[in-house]
């Protein structure tokens, strides 16, 4: 590849010795004129842009394999991050994860720009799918079949002592056959190991990161917080938004008034998502008892008292072969004035647009679209 090229921008699931298990940063991929006679990047095919950068197509000329490339300006995102980001994935072997086949900095008048090399996965972002289905949302097989690709991706994350801590739909792509795989590590914590072996999490975090939508009331709050934990909330959250087409809250602070409302009804322990539910006037016995457990111990406000893990992927709904039976008028997420409603004995209310984005999705709803978590608090 010439110099100059670079244009600004307008089942193997082990551990590696030196990647994920070592806090210490990588050098770069290899030499850099390396990676470019490896690569050769396709500038007229463009896969998306995010907010510190953007991804096109290419091609790896050592494996003879389309490949993806993202291409990061930093005077917008820190290198520091960026190379957390190589060294995370680098340190991860896992078919649910996105794989990392090389990175480096630009050259000459384009060393403001990084590019990293990657596995390529076309089918879009996990978002999109749900987007996609409109006021129907996923019913639960489909979501049943991304959620189990999303949770054992983040638990190999887990595995190697590493907290995403920027999860939401958008950080989960897929592949032209469906296959999930779990992108943007540049936000993520890993933990030192432990004398007596696993990882020592006895020492709370308190960096602020990843998305409003999507973030724990501990990290939001800065109280300090278990990263593993914090990310099964943020699924949670995911899992949700796949069912309901809706976010369960804005954030979950007190900047939302809903969020006060949520933890006056978890301590009268009542269902999280039949109260959600019912703010809207909406039914939620389209969903299966199993999945509403699931969600309701995922979005616990108290840490102390959400589901692990591991309670996680032993959930007996992740293990059902069959779709649930329908078990309403109602399709999923639809407004029903006459519904059942239960679990709040207070006054309904309308989403906001500013929760959802500002198309509606029906004209009788009031219920929008999820929009992307564009709120971010990255500390890039």
Not at 120 to 131: K, P
Not at 311 to 336: C, F, I, M, T
Not at 345 to 365: C, T
Request: with cysteine; net charge negative; proline share 4%.
């Amino acid at each position: 590849m010439d110099e100059g090229v670079l244009r600004p921008l307008g089942h193997n699931t082990s551990c590696t010795s030196d990647g994920a298990s070592s806090s210490a940063l990588r050098e770069d991929s290899g030499d850099d004129v390396d990676v470019f006679k490896r690569f050769t990047i396709n500038w007229a095919k463009k896969f998306g842009t995010g907010g510190y950068g953007t991804t096109y197509a290419a091609h790896d000329h050592k494996l003879g394999l389309p490949a993806a490339v993202k291409v990061i300006d930093t005077r917008w995102m820190r290198i520091e991050s960026i190379r957390k980001e190589c060294t995370a994935l680098e340190g991860l072997d896992h078919e649910n994860i996105i794989k990392v086949l090389g990175h480096s900095p630009g050259r000459k008048s384009q060393s403001h720009l990084y590019v990293i090399f990657m596995e390529v996965a076309s089918g879009g972002e996990l978002f999109d799918q749900v987007i996609d289905r409109g006021a129907n949302a996923m019913n639960e097989a489909a979501a049943r079949k991304f959620m189990t690709q999303l949770l054992a991706g983040v638990q190999h994350c887990h595995s190697c002592g590493l907290a995403h801590r920027d999860l939401k739909l958008e950080n989960a792509l897929l592949t032209e056959d469906g296959v999930v795989k779990v992108i943007d590590f540049g936000l993520s914590h890993l933990y030192s190991q432990g004398e007596h072996g696993g990882y020592d999490r006895s020492v709370p975090l308190r960096e602020v990161t990843g998305s409003r939508s999507y973030g724990a009331p501990e990290v939001l709050s800065g109280v300090g917080y278990d990263g593993f934990l914090a990310d099964v909330w943020s699924l949670g959250v995911c899992l949700f938004a796949m069912l309901s087409g809706f976010f369960p809250l804005d954030e979950a602070s007190n900047n939302d008034w809903r969020y006060g409302k949520l933890i006056e009804q978890q301590k009268k322990g009542r269902s999280t998502t039949k109260s959600v539910y019912a703010w809207y006037k909406r039914s939620c016995t389209h969903l299966s008892a199993p999945v509403v457990a699931l969600l309701d111990g995922m979005l616990a406000t108290d840490p102390k008292e959400r589901l692990t893990m591991p309670a996680v992927l032993s959930h007996p709904w992740l293990k059902e072969a069959e779709e649930p039976v329908y078990r309403g008028a109602a399709d999923q997420g639809s407004y029903n004035m006459m519904g059942e409603v239960d679990d709040d004995e207070g006054p309904r209310y309308s989403l906001p647009q500013d929760l959802l984005g500002a198309s509606p999705m029906s004209s009788v709803s009031s219920v929008a679209p999820l929009s992307p978590a564009s709120s971010s608090i990255c500390p890039c």
